[in-house]
């Protein structure tokens, strides 16, 4: 099997110990990558903490070297992808839409103006605020777009000045430690390391006390653990959690119109998605039209490997998820609901399971209730509008949600109800680097990307003057 090493202090390094990494379009194993001890984090933050002395000191280059990595990054893409189908189960042409998502990223933040204010400026004094960057930053990534969301940290992060020790999953650490090495090319040493372990790697990076920030992407349960841990010695978070993602369909809708926009921003990535829809609401007098819409796309999806040219979906991308998938489907059964399209899991060793639509639930099924995170989306009737609003907003999460309808300023209107980082009209994550993007109430804290996104990785350095410059 391969082996991938990790990029520490800008060498590569091979674990003492390595663990497997599954294909999940297959079941089985198919590289290895090093389970990183104790003291190659120390080695990591140490190489981190040593180059951020000089990194921090040129803006220019620093520019030039994100851009470097940004066009590097896009002329290897051809190897990149290969890498992260295996690994996550994502389409190939998803794949390769990632790693460019994530190129784009880097430029993006590479022109970035870092944020300078002058308060005053008279003969009496100069007040200015900078922003100065933290040091090192330690980030952990989920497994669902691995590349992407750690090039959302790794843009802002190092052009604020700050390095880097950057953890991905151990679902998907094969993608992450391949962008290491390249970047090798590209970086100076100790800029950007990359370690591989299993969830306890997270733990100990959280609670090293080098890393003055921890940017963190996953789950709430796993975001309120690292918020415990950097509160021991004051280390600043900014936590991207779940989500739970409300769409409202109001009645002057066409529901044969909006179910494949609605059914796109469902099922992206397999529904492996923060920003996925997660629950629609409809009038009761469209329901079934919509439901019947959306069954039929559900049917005709096409899962399967995502090396196969025609796969629309790939896998699940690992046991635990498809097992969970299946526990919230025959929860919904339990509870008498309608299973309009999918709702089983594929044949085969791989993990697949069909896009499913789910009716006739209430709102505390666990299928509404909890982020499913996979390819199963309830719909759900409501009678008034106010109606709506308020259970879309009856959740723990706070993440994103979006209203559709024929009046859009009417829409707009509805969408200023709901409690959530961004809302879309007649449309679903659309994200941009230059917009932030965060969640209310648990869905996190602090946003990401866009001047408040760079912000996030800088601290505010007050400098009084008592002359004029
Ligand atoms: P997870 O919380 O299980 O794992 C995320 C990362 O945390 C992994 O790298 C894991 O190894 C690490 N980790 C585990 N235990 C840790 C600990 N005690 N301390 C520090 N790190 C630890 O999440 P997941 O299952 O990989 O990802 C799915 C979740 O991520 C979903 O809830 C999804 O909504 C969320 N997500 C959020 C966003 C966003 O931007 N808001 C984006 C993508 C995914």
Redesign the pocket.
């Known amino acids: 099997m391969p082996q991938y090493a990790m990029t520490i202090g800008g060498a590569r390094v091979t674990g003492t110990a390595t663990f497997e990494v599954v294909n999940p379009a297959t079941g089985r194993p198919h590289a290895e990558a090093p389970d990183c001890d104790e003291g190659q984090l120390d080695d990591a933050f140490t190489a981190a903490h040593e180059a951020y002395k000089s990194w921090r000191r040129n803006e220019r280059a620093r520019r030039r070297a994100l851009h470097a990595a940004a066009d590097l990054l896009t002329r290897r893409t051809g190897q990149l992808a290969p890498v992260l189908t295996a690994e996550q189960g994502k389409p190939l042409k998803d794949a390769a839409y990632e790693i460019g998502g994530a190129a784009w990223w880097l430029r993006y933040a590479a022109d970035l103006p870092i944020p300078h204010e002058v308060l005053r400026d008279d003969p009496a004094a100069h007040v200015e605020v900078v922003r100065r960057p933290m040091g090192v930053v330690a980030a952990?990534?989920?497994?669902?777009?691995p590349l992407m969301?750690a090039c959302w940290k790794i843009g802002p992060a190092l052009l604020a000045g700050n390095t880097m020790v950057l953890?991905?999953?151990?679902?998907t650490p094969l993608t992450t430690l391949a962008f290491g090495e390249l970047m090798r090319e590209v970086l100076p040493p100790g800029v950007l390391n990359v370690v591989s372990g299993?969830?306890?790697?997270?733990?100990s990076?959280?609670a090293h006390p080098v890393p003055r920030k921890i940017s963190?992407?996953?789950?709430?349960?796993?975001?309120t653990?690292?918020a415990v841990?950097a509160a021991r010695d004051l280390k600043r978070v900014t936590l991207?959690?779940?989500?739970n993602d409300p769409a409202i369909v109001l009645d002057d809708a066409d529901p044969h119109a909006v179910a494949p926009q609605l059914f796109r921003y469902a099922f992206e990535n397999n529904g492996?998605?923060?920003?996925a829809i997660k629950r629609v609401y409809v009038p009761e007098r469209l329901h079934d039209d919509l439901v019947g819409a959306m069954a039929k796309l559900a049917a005709e999806a096409r899962v399967g490997n995502g090396f196969e040219a025609s796969v629309q979906f790939g896998p699940v991308n690992n046991r635990p998820?498809l097992e969970r998938i299946i526990d919230l489907v025959a929860d919904a059964r339990g509870r008498g609901a309608h299973i309009a399209a999918g709702g089983e899991p594929g044949v085969g060793p791989g993990y697949f399971y069909r896009p499913t639509i789910v009716t006739g639930v209430g709102d505390d099924a666990r299928v509404v209730a909890e982020?499913q995170?996979g390819p199963v989306l309830p719909i759900l009737p409501y009678r008034s509008v106010e109606e709506a609003v308020h259970r879309a907003n009856d959740t723990h999460f706070g993440?994103d949600g979006s209203v559709w309808g024929g009046n859009t300023e009417r829409a707009a209107e509805v969408a200023e109800g709901l409690e959530c980082g961004t809302t879309w009209i007649n449309t679903h994550f659309e994200v941009h680097p230059g917009r932030p993007?965060?969640?209310h109430k648990s869905?996190?804290i602090g946003v990401?990307n866009g001047r408040l996104g760079l912000e996030a990785f800088t601290e505010v350095q007050v400098r009084h003057s008592p002359l004029p410059r």
């Open positions: 952990i990534t989920p497994w669902n777009f969301l953890k991905p999953s151990p679902w299993l969830d306890p790697l997270g733990a990076m959280t963190f992407t996953g789950s709430v349960a796993t975001g653990k690292v841990a991207e959690l779940g989500g492996q998605l923060c920003s998820q982020e995170f993440l993007f965060g969640g869905s996190g990401e």
